[in-house]
């Protein structure tokens, strides 16, 4: 019976491995920007890391599924020792760092533990010592350690600053007593000149001196602080938040410079401007951005609160952005300003789910999460609707307007393509398939058509039949989620689960590059006109731009 037990509980533990799995820490060389080793131990998450100051130790800290800490030879490239992180009695470790003048010496923080540590690499342990606060319980989201290791202070989600003894392992002081850091301190500094870089969940950056712990200058940034780093003696630093936002800080005046933007939601669409790789633009959640193609910065953010973009498209002739949104409407803004130029309520029932134009500026053709796909006349002070076609039972993912603007195709997640007559109003084709669409491109000549889906496949059609002319295995795992073709028609590029951009042979249904860059599944890619580059973006908010292979 106990032999039972014992080997249910193994398969159980076996079973939990494989469904976690291990997680590497890689270690990188960054004068060469190179991969230098890969230390695997952790199971799932990483919480933390943190070097020696003499560079010779790296420790990691496990997350809930581990709860290990372990001590890393950077010179070996191997483990020394491990322990677990924190006691029976208490919650997870989630914080670590090394002591400054020391490497024997660090510590780890999370849900009610504090553990100052010391190597014993003689005989390969670490020796925990646990920090006593008396009656106080408090979860460490922060830490950071005075020069001279005299202190350390944690940042805990009640809003306080703990100052601990590394020595005596025993509280200092705490603060501050009123007004603590709305949502918790989230990002704690040391400066060596004396005080306190102070960064809450709420986005407010103080600096501040023990043992009040009050505000002596402070500014408010946009989303919740997740980090702040030093430059030099702490003249300069920068700080992250969760709004994928970078800023610089001067200490002596104490305001803030915005140098780094990017999405911190899903991207859903990319779309460059008829004629111009200068700029693109992306949507994702709430807002529409316009990026300057060569120096990656933002120069327009159109914010729609509550409300997530689901596709953009430029007016060919340039004066307007289109965009569709799941509260049905879609709304018109102006590249340069961001005003709203006009809005169609009610354009769809279930949300708006994929947009077009033509490339007369005169019709916008809208899909929606019911199926519908419709038809916009789009006049100087009015948007009438022209029609509503009724053939596809789910969400439209993707619409493209043939160059005559007499034709339009429109993919659908109900495992049909259907080729629309825009003179006349009705469909002239539908492709049926065992996938749910996800893109569809013209060929530039618009005989052919291609599509893309959850089949992995890519399919080559005819448009005057809609007969199948060949299908290629396009992704070995995942779906395919965005495609577009260069305006010669000799190369195609496509992006999906697998993480991966591809570019094709047209003719010879062949993959000729392929390009390794995002964590996270792409949703769209686009190849800029004049064939300059491939911009692609991800469902991890990143927008990746590649140099594009071939030269046109």
Wanted: hydrophobic letters at 40%.
């Amino acid at each position: 019976m106990e032999n039972q037990v014992s080997l249910k509980a193994e398969v159980a533990e076996l079973e939990l491995e494989a469904v976690i799995g291990f997680n590497d820490i890689i270690l990188w060389d960054y004068k060469k920007r190179e991969l230098i080793a890969r230390l695997s131990l952790h199971k799932g998450k990483i919480e933390a890391l943190a070097f020696s100051p003499n560079d010779l130790y790296l420790v990691s800290l496990g997350g809930p599924d581990d709860g290990s800490v372990v001590v890393w030879s950077i010179a070996k490239r191997e483990a020394i020792c491990g322990s677990p992180a924190a006691g029976l009695n208490v919650g997870n470790a989630t914080t670590a760092i090394f002591s400054r003048c020391r490497d024997e010496m660090f510590v780890t923080a999370g849900n009610g533990t504090i553990r100052v540590w010391e190597l014993d690499l003689p005989n390969r342990k670490i020796w925990p010592t646990e920090c006593q606060t008396g009656q106080m319980k408090r979860i460490v989201m922060s830490i950071t350690m005075a020069d001279d290791d005299s202190f350390f202070y944690l940042g805990t989600t009640t809003g306080d600053i703990l100052k601990m003894n590394p020595r005596t392992k025993l509280l200092a002081d705490t603060g501050p007593a009123k007004d603590k850091f709305s949502l918790g301190v989230s990002a704690i500094k040391c400066l060596k000149m004396g005080g306190l870089l102070v960064g809450s969940r709420a986005g407010l950056l103080v600096f501040c001196k023990s043992p009040s712990y009050k505000p002596i200058k402070k500014i408010q940034l946009q989303g919740g602080i997740t980090s702040i780093t030093l430059r030099g003696e702490g003249h300069q630093f920068f700080v992250g938040t969760e709004e994928s936002h970078i800023y610089r800080v001067n200490f002596t005046d104490f305001k803030e410079t915005l140098i780094a933007t990017c999405h911190c939601e899903a991207v859903q669409d990319i779309v460059f401007p008829s004629g111009t790789t200068d700029l693109f633009a992306t949507c994702a959640k709430k807002d529409i951005r316009v990026w300057h193609t060569l120096s990656n910065r933002e120069l327009l953010r159109i914010t729609v609160p509550n409300t997530t973009c689901h596709g953009i498209d430029f007016m060919r002739d340039g004066k307007s952005i289109i965009s569709a949104w799941d509260d049905g409407r879609i709304r018109a803004f102006a590249p340069e300003t961001g005003r709203l130029m006009y809005v169609i309520n009610n354009a769809h029932r279930i949300g708006v789910t994929a947009i077009a134009t033509t490339s007369d500026c005169k019709r916008v053709i809208s899909g929606g999460g019911e199926g519908e796909v419709r038809v916009w006349q789009i006049g100087c002070q009015t948007q009438k609707l022209e029609e509503a076609l009724k053939e596809h039972k789910s969400s439209v993912s993707c619409i493209r307007v043939k160059k005559n603007n007499e034709e339009c195709v429109t993919a659908s997640t109900d495992g049909t393509c259907i080729i629309w007559d825009l003179v006349r109003l009705r469909r002239n084709q539908m492709i049926l398939a065992n996938t749910l669409f996800q893109c569809v491109c013209y060929h530039p000549e618009e005989f052919q058509i291609i599509t893309s889906g959850t089949d992995r496949k890519i399919a080559y059609w005819e448009v005057f039949d809609g007969s199948v002319i060949r299908e290629l295995e396009g992704s070995l795992s995942g779906s395919i989620n965005g495609m577009d073709i260069t305006l010669e028609g000799v190369h195609f590029v496509t992006g999906g689960n697998d993480h991966l951009v591809k570019v094709w042979d047209y003719n010879e249904g062949e993959v000729t590059h392929v390009g390794v860059g995002h964590s996270g599944n792409i949703t769209r890619i686009r190849i800029s006109p004049g064939n300059q580059y491939i911009v692609s973006v991800s469902a991890d908010g990143a927008i990746l731009r590649w140099k594009y292979p071939f030269t046109s």
